[in-house]
């Protein structure tokens, strides 16, 4: 059986905000607590200690400039957008979460574990090369791809399934041919990217692949996407490893989204990718927190995420039922764009 490489420090609860704020420490200890009620039920665990990314490894994704500025905000307390504050420990922390998730990459490509589990704070995949947004300091789940790719990973995909387009992420990769970036996401919604269209530039045209969701889209919904979608570009792809930005904020309580995603839906999901792919990326899948801000939902999405891991345990695919005319169109739209690139 696969062992499951835990990530996790003190350092991330101490990124605090100045004021209430629904990206709060307390996300983390839902999170822990969900995984500690899924401990009976799932893989061994193999806990390792996280430690602070390199310059390097920032480098590969964020330019000079912005890492020099949030530099400067060590210590402080402020806001880099509207959305966005830093408080004392949030500099160190961001940079910590960055390199547990360069660390989890190296526990999966040495083979100490066969899939692995970030929880981090603050969440990254809205971060841009050159600058914060959305929650995000640092691009966590980019700056592992680009490990990967560093360690010798040919192809590396990355499964956001967050209820927010993960904007950052796709601009890191956006003309990367080797770094296939899936992302399902509420549309029209915040940032306001990721549209089916949003399909790459130059030699990573055709590695981008968007699936802008209606509101409303539940466990059914999404697992056509995933059926009709994802699997099969996943499939030819054939990535050595894969990494999910696994936010939980398209739950149907998240009081940020209009989803109606359920824990079910997410360990379908999960389930999918861990045990549907070819050769290359079996027992190399590695998840980070992203986004969930309903603190229940969040700790029993992840417990069940995990739980799905589990090849030993049985895993329920959502009934299937037809769809809502409005969520058909969404996959067609998406299907129609991407045949141009994929078999589908």
Same mark, same amino acid.
């Given at each position: 059986?696969?062992?499951?490489?835990?990530?996790?420090?003190?350092?991330?609860?101490? @990124?605090?905000?100045?004021?209430?704020?629904?990206?709060?420490?307390?996300?983390?200890?839902?999170?822990?607590?969900?995984?500690?009620?899924?401990?009976?039920?799932?893989?061994?665990?193999?806990?390792?200690?996280?430690?602070?990314?390199?310059?390097?490894e920032l480098g590969r994704v964020h330019d000079e400039r912005y890492l020099v500025s949030l530099?400067?905000?060590?210590?402080?307390?402020?806001?880099?957008?509207?959305?966005?504050?830093?408080?004392?420990?949030?500099?160190?922390?961001?940079?910590?979460?960055?390199?547990?998730?360069?660390?989890?990459?190296?526990?999966?490509?040495?083979?100490?574990?066969?899939?692995?589990?970030?929880?981090?704070?603050?969440?990254?995949?809205?971060?841009?090369?050159?600058?914060?947004?959305?929650?995000?300091?640092?691009?966590?789940?980019?700056?592992?791809?680009?490990?990967?790719?560093?360690?010798?990973?040919?192809?590396?995909?990355?499964?956001d399934w967050d209820v927010h387009h993960g904007n950052g992420t796709q601009e890191m990769f956006?003309?990367?041919?080797?770094?296939?970036?899936?992302?399902?996401?509420?549309?029209?919604?915040?940032?306001?990217?990721?549209?089916?269209?949003?399909?790459?530039?130059?030699?990573?045209?055709?590695?981008?692949?968007?699936?802008?969701?209606?509101?409303?889209?539940?466990?059914?919904?999404?697992?056509?996407?995933?059926?009709?979608?994802?699997?099969?570009?996943?499939?030819?792809?054939?990535?050595?490893?894969?990494?999910?930005s696994a936010g939980f904020d398209a739950h149907e309580r998240d009081p940020l989204a209009s989803?109606?995603?359920?824990?079910?839906?997410?360990?379908?999901?999960?389930?999918?990718?861990? @045990?549907?792919?070819?050769?290359?990326?079996?027992?190399?899948?590695?998840?980070?927190?992203?986004?969930?801000?309903?603190?229940?939902?969040?700790?029993?999405?992840?417990?069940?995420?995990?739980?799905?891991?589990?090849?030993?345990?049985?895993?329920?695919?959502?009934?299937?039922?037809?769809?809502?005319?409005?969520?058909?169109?969404?996959?067609?739209?998406?299907?129609?764009?991407?045949?141009?690139?994929?078999?589908?």
């Amino acid at each position: 059986m696969h062992a499951l490489a835990l990530f996790d420090d003190p350092l991330f609860s101490e @990124h605090r905000p100045d004021g209430p704020h629904p990206e709060c420490p307390e996300r983390l200890d839902a999170a822990r607590a969900g995984l500690l009620k899924s401990e009976p039920h799932g893989l061994p665990r193999l806990r390792l200690s996280a430690r602070d990314a390199s310059d390097d490894e920032l480098g590969r994704v964020h330019d000079e400039r912005y890492l020099v500025s949030l530099g400067q905000a060590a210590g402080k307390h402020g806001y880099l957008d509207p959305d966005t504050y830093f408080g004392p420990q949030s500099v160190a922390a961001a940079r910590r979460a960055a390199g547990a998730a360069a660390q989890m990459v190296e526990a999966l490509l040495d083979e100490q574990a066969g899939f692995g589990l970030a929880l981090l704070r603050p969440p990254g995949h809205h971060a841009r090369p050159d600058r914060a947004m959305g929650f995000c300091l640092l691009n966590n789940v980019a700056v592992a791809a680009a490990h990967a790719r560093a360690r010798g990973a040919e192809r590396v995909l990355i499964v956001d399934w967050d209820v927010h387009h993960g904007n950052g992420t796709q601009e890191m990769f956006y003309a990367d041919p080797n770094v296939l970036f899936v992302s399902l996401h509420q549309f029209p919604f915040y940032p306001g990217t990721g549209t089916a269209d949003e399909v790459g530039e130059g030699e990573g045209r055709g590695f981008t692949v968007n699936v802008p969701l209606s509101a409303g889209a539940d466990d059914a919904v999404y697992a056509a996407a995933f059926d009709r979608v994802v699997l099969p570009v996943a499939a030819q792809f054939d990535p050595d490893l894969v990494l999910v930005s696994a936010g939980f904020d398209a739950h149907e309580r998240d009081p940020l989204a209009s989803m109606a995603l359920t824990e079910q839906g997410y360990e379908h999901m999960a389930a999918s990718l861990a @045990h549907a792919l070819p050769r290359g990326a079996e027992g190399r899948l590695g998840l980070v927190l992203e986004g969930g801000y309903d603190l229940s939902a969040l700790g029993a999405s992840l417990a069940a995420t995990v739980c799905a891991l589990d090849d030993s345990l049985a895993h329920a695919a959502p009934a299937k039922r037809d769809l809502s005319a409005q969520h058909e169109a969404d996959l067609a739209r998406v299907m129609a764009v991407q045949s141009t690139y994929w078999k589908l």
